[in-house]
């Protein structure tokens, strides 16, 4: 085995396993400020806005991976 | 029934443009870099100038000539582009407003408002069609001389000689290179795009993130003075152990114990604190760069599948990216703005 192959292999790992627990935790952040305009439709900028505040905050982690990813194919 | 034929040629019509994307406008995947690459034969001083750099300058000349077309015969009725521009300006204003509050707003403004029209004329000029296709023909080993060695290189040769597996090209990491001719190009020669947007180079990237988070501390010395600084290092809660407590009382052994302990968690969340705050730069710069890098190269992988009839819906959803990507941009550093004004000790009391 090369260690090409291994690259390739961890690039791919890092970014699929680092994207799972972002992925549950926008979906649960969109769901808490759907609901949330769901009973309070004039909140709904106000919701919004926060939404995106908490949405950047867990992507963040997927970033995160994404450059362990980068780094590995690119880079290293 | 004209139901289903509208159906029926609308899969004709789509089959159609497949064969005729496919037959007139297959190419090849062009090497995709993750560092902007410098044009040749531009220089300034000691720096090459890159092609992101180009690009970050025409987009501040596009922003000025719109504001400058906007504003050029103002009218107390506004129509046309100044309407435009102003409905822009003032929806933002108002978001800004609702949460920054009306003492902190007009000095915010200018700066996150910059922010955010900067980023999403950057994200929207790299989806221009066709601005991978116009640049220079550049050899492979041409480019990797043109290439300054960076903090990047330095990291790779040190891995390299680490692993001992040779780089198939150092600098320019082309992984398809092939002996695929690029169309006007000699053979082995890959072009080097005159334009790259600026969100796709991640020094232009980290660069709006310095700016945000020093106007932040900016913004945290001007509301908070000194006392801004002990929101990293906060050493009162271990001092208050040696003081008195509420009612006058000298603490006992263990109310001091208690109170120190206490004091040091708080000690150690300030430190979090501080690199959260180096985390930001991070944070910041990888999220504009991942997204819309990630979205140009995703376009350009599809269109290589499937010309014309895969990237339309896509190119779609990438603006929309780019619309986002700029609002978190702009919200991001608007809310940590905010956050930097508020003054810690008169929370932890409200609570």
Redesign the interface.
């Known amino acids: 085995m090369e260690p090409t192959t291994f690259k390739l292999l961890a690039a791919g790992l890092a970014i699929g396993l680092g994207a799972l627990g972002p992925g549950i935790g926008i979906g649960i952040v969109a769901l808490g400020a759907l609901s949330a305009i769901g009973r309070n439709p004039e909140a709904a900028s106000q919701v919004q806005t926060n939404m995106f505040i908490g949405i950047a905050f867990a992507e963040a982690v997927a970033i995160y991976a994404l450059v362990v990813a980068l780094i590995l194919l690119f880079v290293v | 029934m004209s139901r289903k034929l509208k159906f029926l040629l609308a899969a004709i019509g789509a089959l159609a443009l497949m064969m005729l994307g496919n037959m007139f406008l297959r190419f090849h995947l062009p090497p995709v870099t ?1 560092r902007a690459e410098p044009l040749p034969g531009l220089t300034i001083g000691n720096v090459r100038v890159t092609n992101s750099l180009v690009t970050a300058l025409l987009v501040d000349v596009i922003l000025v000539v719109l504001a400058i077309a906007a504003t050029r015969r103002m009218q107390l009725v506004p129509s046309g582009l100044q309407n435009f521009m102003e409905f822009l300006v003032e929806t933002l204003y108002n ?1 800004t407003h ?2 920054a509050g009306s003492r902190w707003t007009p000095r915010f403004f200018a700066i996150v408002a910059t922010i955010f029209f900067y980023v999403l004329v950057s994200n929207w000029f790299g989806l221009l069609p066709g601005l991978a296709a116009v640049g220079f023909c550049e050899s492979h080993a041409e480019l990797a001389t043109l290439h300054q060695p960076t903090i ?1 290189d330095r ?2 040769e040190h ?2 000689a680490r ?1 001992a ?1 040779p780089l198939p090209a150092k600098g320019g ?1 082309e992984s398809t290179s092939g002996t695929h001719t690029y169309w006007g190009c000699q053979p082995g020669e890959i072009i080097v795009p005159l334009f790259r947007s600026p969100s796709t180079d991640l020094s232009s990237n980290l660069a709006l993130a310095l700016v945000s988070v020093g106007m932040t501390q900016v913004f945290g010395v001007t509301a908070l003075g000194a006392r801004y600084f002990t929101k990293f290092f906060n050493i009162a809660g271990m001092l208050r152990a040696f003081r008195p407590d509420e009612g006058g009382q000298r603490r006992g052994c263990a109310g001091m114990l208690g109170t120190f302990m206490f004091g040091g968690i708080e000690f150690f969340v300030s430190i979090l604190e501080a690199v959260t705050e180096v985390a930001k730069l ?2 910041f710069s ?2 504009l760069f ?1 997204n819309i890098f ?1 979205g140009e190269v995703m376009l350009l992988v599809l269109a290589s599948l499937m010309p014309l009839v895969l990237t339309l819906p896509f190119i779609g959803l990438e603006l929309f990216v780019g619309l ?1 990507q700029a ?2 941009f702009y ?2 550093t608007l ?1 940590f703005f905010t956050i930097a004004t508020v003054s810690h000790e008169n929370q932890s009391s409200h609570s």
């Open positions: 993750v978001l609702s949460i990047w990291i790779s891995a390299t692993l597996a990491k991070l944070s990888f999220r991942g990630a986002i609002f978190i919200v991001l809310a």
